[in-house]
T-cell receptor
């Protein structure tokens, strides 16, 4: 089974609809992230969470909201979807080592392809 | 200016050649640098990371870091068709606790 699981894998919705993308992980990591990928634009950070009570906006948070229901679950919501939110969405986790501050390796889910018509 | 810039692709090399992928970053406070490989339609996977100036080798992959020049590169020796993918450079901001990605370079290795 995948360590970082995203649901759904694909979703088609209409403009103005509310939609939620879900992410769960079994890696035991504290940090979770939501990224968006558009063709040719790499990964852009939407929101990130260091623990259940610590949620931060990324570079493109407008139009999105998140909920960290538990250490293992981090969901992304589009309150009123619009066509330019059509993209591939990735959830990721990292196991940040406070002692050494040596690294932040990201582990990604399989992605959710969202199409807003 | 983008925070993390990668050389524009696509990059095409013949099988067995060395592929060189380059990345520059703007924040001198950056501490950790990562290379992710992403096959078409798949999620990114970490293949290399480097923290100190110099070279770091792992099999056919070598990461090179020059903090003075704010430059990090990935060399792939003896390139194989299975190396054909998009390579993403990521730079970690220790103050914000997050990584910023470049737009990626697509590599094609021709048999």
């Amino acid at each position: 089974d995948a360590d970082v699981t995203q649901t759904p894998r694909n979703r088609i919705t209409k403009t103005g609809k509310r939609i939620m993308l879900e992410c769960s992980q079994t890696k035991g990591h504290d940090r979770m992230y939501w990224y968006r990928q558009d063709p040719g634009l790499g990964l852009r950070l939407i929101y990130y969470s260091f623990d259940v009570k610590d949620i931060n906006k990324g570079e493109i948070s407008d139009g999105y909201s998140v909920s960290r229901q538990a250490q293992a679950k981090f969901s992304l919501s589009l309150e009123s979807a619009i066509p330019n939110q059509t993209a591939l969405y990735f959830c990721a986790t990292s196991d940040f080592h406070r002692d050494t501050r040596t690294n932040e390796k990201l582990f990604f889910g399989s992605g959710t392809q969202l199409s807003v018509l | 200016q983008k925070e993390v810039e990668q050389n524009s692709g696509p990059l095409s090399v013949p099988e067995g050649a060395i592929a060189s992928l380059n990345c520059t970053y703007s924040d001198r406070g950056s501490q950790s640098f990562f290379w992710y490989r992403q096959y078409s339609g798949k999620s990114p996977e970490l293949i290399m990371f480097i923290y100190s100036n110099g070279d770091k080798e792992d099999g056919r992959f070598t990461a090179q870091l020059n903090k003075a020049s704010q430059y990090v590169s990935l060399l792939i020796r003896d390139s194989q068709p299975s190396d054909s993918a998009t390579y993403l450079c990521a730079v970690w901001d220790p103050n914000a606790g997050k990584s910023t990605f470049g737009d990626g370079t697509t590599l094609t290795v021709k048999p």
